[in-house]
């Protein structure tokens, strides 16, 4: 029971960055389900912009080593990548 606790606490704690994710990630998908394959480089911006941003923000306020600088940018892209099947799903979900 303890186990599952820790775990349970380890997931909300990514929560946040998830949902500040999704935002850019919404816009992005929402530009490309909406203009075709010709916005696919502004979809892209979208989508670099809140990758990088965030983990740069996130990095800025830590002094950390560089493992830990791996491992928060490993778990971003983890987040990242949450929030873009999120914000595919409810773009390809709400616009059909």
Excluded: H, N
Aim: hydrophobic fraction near 60%; aromatic fraction near 10%; proline fraction near 2%.
């Amino acid at each position: 029971m303890d186990t599952l606790l820790v775990i349970l606490v380890e997931v909300l704690r990514l929560v946040p960055l998830i949902m500040v994710f999704y935002i850019p990630s919404l816009f992005g998908m929402a530009t490309l389900k909406e203009k075709g394959e010709a916005y696919r480089v502004k979809a892209g911006l979208w989508f670099g912009i809140a990758l990088v941003g965030v983990i740069t923000v996130e990095l800025v306020f830590r002094s950390i080593s560089a493992v830990q600088v791996a491992a928060t940018v490993g778990t971003s892209l983890l987040q990242f990548a949450v929030a873009l099947a999120l914000a595919a799903f409810t773009v390809y979900r709400l616009a059909d």
